[in-house]
């Protein structure tokens, strides 16, 4: 299965989202993102952390990610709309933005599309990626129409999950996605599956998906991502004929 993680490898977000993150753990995470078998697409790290890891991986082709409205979707709009600039004063090169979901979900629709749309703005040219949170939605059609309002409101990416709450990405859930996203007909929209990936198997579950709704020439870094911390380990150990490794718990 190389070439499978080797494609893998090419569509992930190295992620370190930890409440003990340090400068230390950004290092080397920036070190782990260039391996011998090519390099992952992004890190996406705390907003902090994002002119260390810019200058880390500087004229390398690894873009730097980070989140905003992290992890809850709850804080003000403007401080969301501050803090985007601010990331992408650092050198940010995507913005993970998390939906207002609750909002959402207890019928505040525009309040919390109106976020996704002001952020929209001040990112400019950069990537925005906004994290759905799908295991927090109680049905799949609840999911689409949220989906398709934040496509509208200006998304490059839908993301599947922040990895902080119990249900991450599923596979009801990526093709949900993965249809939205291919029912816009004005511009390519990208998928990010985050939030429980951890093997060799659920990266191909997941690219099995992305090749069967949308053409195996479609998931590439620049339409479709993996966020994951434990999934390189796993993508490493395949394409050195190494034993697969313990999955541990986490993003």
């Known amino acids: 299965m190389s070439e499978l993680a080797r494609r893998a490898l090419a569509c992930l977000d190295l992620t370190s989202l930890n409440d003990g993150d340090d400068e230390a753990a950004i290092a080397k995470l920036c070190a782990r993102a260039r391996t011998k078998h090519g390099d992952v697409a992004a890190v996406c790290l705390w907003p902090k952390f994002v002119a260390q890891a810019k200058a880390a991986l500087a004229q390398t082709g690894v873009k730097i990610a980070t989140v905003v409205n992290f992890p809850g979707g709850l804080e003000p709009a403007a401080d969301v709309v501050a803090m985007t600039k601010t990331a992408l004063a650092d050198g940010a090169d995507e913005i993970d933005l998390?939906?207002?979901?609750?909002?959402?979900?207890?019928?505040?629709?525009?309040?919390?599309?109106?976020?996704v749309a002001r952020v929209r703005e001040a990112c400019g040219n950069a990537t925005l990626k906004v994290i759905v949170e799908s295991g927090a939605f109680p049905a799949l059609d609840k999911l689409d129409r949220a989906c398709g309002e934040i496509v509208e409101a200006g998304a490059d990416f839908l993301k599947t999950s922040t990895g902080k709450i119990e249900i991450g990405a599923t596979p009801d859930a990526a093709r949900v996605l993965l249809e939205v996203a291919a029912r816009n007909p004005y511009r390519d929209v990208g998928v990010k599956i985050s939030g429980g990936v951890r093997t060799l198997a659920d990266a191909a579950t997941y690219l099995a998906f992305a090749d069967e709704l949308r053409g195996p020439d479609w998931a590439t870094p620049a339409t479709f991502r993996f966020g994951a911390s434990g999934l390189l380990d796993a993508l490493l150990a395949d394409l050195d004929g190494a034993a697969a490794p313990i999955p541990a718990k986490g993003y």
Do not use: N, S
């Not at 998390?98 to 976020?115: I, S």
């Open 98 to 115: 998390v939906f207002p979901y609750k909002r959402w979900l207890r019928g505040e629709k525009v309040p919390a599309v109106t976020v």
